[in-house]
C-alpha cells in the first residue's frame, strides 16, 4: 500500500493474494478485512501511522488464525483498548513493530 493512500479496498483484493505480509498506510481510514483463501500460513499487518487506525468487523480476526497486527510501539496499548479492535480481533495478536520480522 502506499503511503497517501485514503480509499478502501473490498475483501477480494486479498482473498487470492499469495502474500504473507499486508503493509497500511498511515492515511488509509479502516483496516479492510483481509479475507485470504486457506490461511494456512501466518499473515502479518503492518499498520503504520501516529493514531489508531479502526478495524473492520470480521469473524477472520476474531478467530484462532495466524494473523498478526504489528503497530507502532507507543500504540499497542491503545490499539488493544480501542473497541473496533476490540470487538474484531484477538488482541492478544496485536504486537509492538519492534517485534515485526519480514519472512
Not at 500460513?41 to 501516529?50: A, H, M, P, Q
Not at 504489528?70 to 476490540?86: G, H, I, M, T
Request: charged content about 15%; proline content about 6%; some cysteine.
Amino acid at each position: 500500500m502506499l503511503e497517501g493512500f485514503t480509499g478502501t479496498f473490498h475483501w477480494t483484493a486479498f482473498y487470492y493474494a499469495n502474500i504473507d505480509t499486508i503493509v497500511f498506510p498511515s492515511t488509509i481510514p479502516i483496516i479492510p478485512n483481509v479475507s485470504k483463501s486457506g490461511f494456512s500460513r501466518t499473515c502479518k499487518l503492518v499498520i503504520n501511522g501516529s493514531n489508531v487506525i479502526p478495524i473492520a468487523e470480521q469473524s477472520y480476526y476474531r478467530a484462532s488464525y495466524n494473523i498478526y497486527a504489528y503497530v507502532p510501539d507507543e500504540l499497542v496499548s491503545a490499539y488493544k483498548n480501542e473497541e473496533s479492535w476490540q470487538s474484531n480481533f484477538n488482541t492478544d495478536k496485536i504486537l509492538p513493530m519492534s517485534e515485526y520480522e519480514e519472512g
